[in-house]
């Protein structure tokens, strides 16, 4: 198993800059691609961002390109989400989540799911 554990989120008004982290542990030799989605109430859950664990060129929704920077720092087992330029549009429940194969924009191809972290921006 892997166990994912997101932070980070907060409160930020339009325009400002939040980073957020998935630490995971557990079987982390499995992971393949670790992934960020995203879900406001009523709305499904989103692809935001996706980084091979080993390398490669990160993937971004349109949306979020040119703002959002996906990361990761493999001796330290996370990922990070650099957020900046933030709309209010962005306000969401943030979750990072892996996949043993590839990367993918379906969240249902995601194996294990951290608990998500809360990002609001006001304006």
């Known amino acids: 198993q892997v166990q994912l554990v997101e932070s980070g989120g907060g409160l930020v008004q339009a325009g400002g800059s939040l980073r957020l982290s998935c630490n995971a542990s557990?079987?982390?030799?499995?992971?393949?691609?670790l992934g960020w989605f995203r879900q406001a109430p009523g709305k499904d859950r989103d692809f935001v961002a996706a980084?091979?664990?080993?390398?490669?060129?990160?993937y971004y929704t349109d949306s979020v390109k040119g703002r959002f920077i996906i990361s990761k720092d493999n001796a330290k087992n996370t990922v990070y989400l650099q957020m900046n330029s933030l709309k209010p549009e962005d306000t969401a429940v943030y979750y990072c989540?892996?996949?043993?194969?590839?990367?993918?924009?379906?969240?249902?191809?995601?194996?294990?799911w951290g608990q998500g972290t809360q990002v609001t921006v006001s304006s």
């Open positions: 980084i091979g664990w080993s390398g490669g060129t990160p």
């Open positions: 989540a892996t996949n043993s194969e590839s990367v993918d924009r379906r969240a249902w191809q995601y194996e294990y």
């Open positions: 557990g079987r982390t030799d499995s992971i393949h691609v």
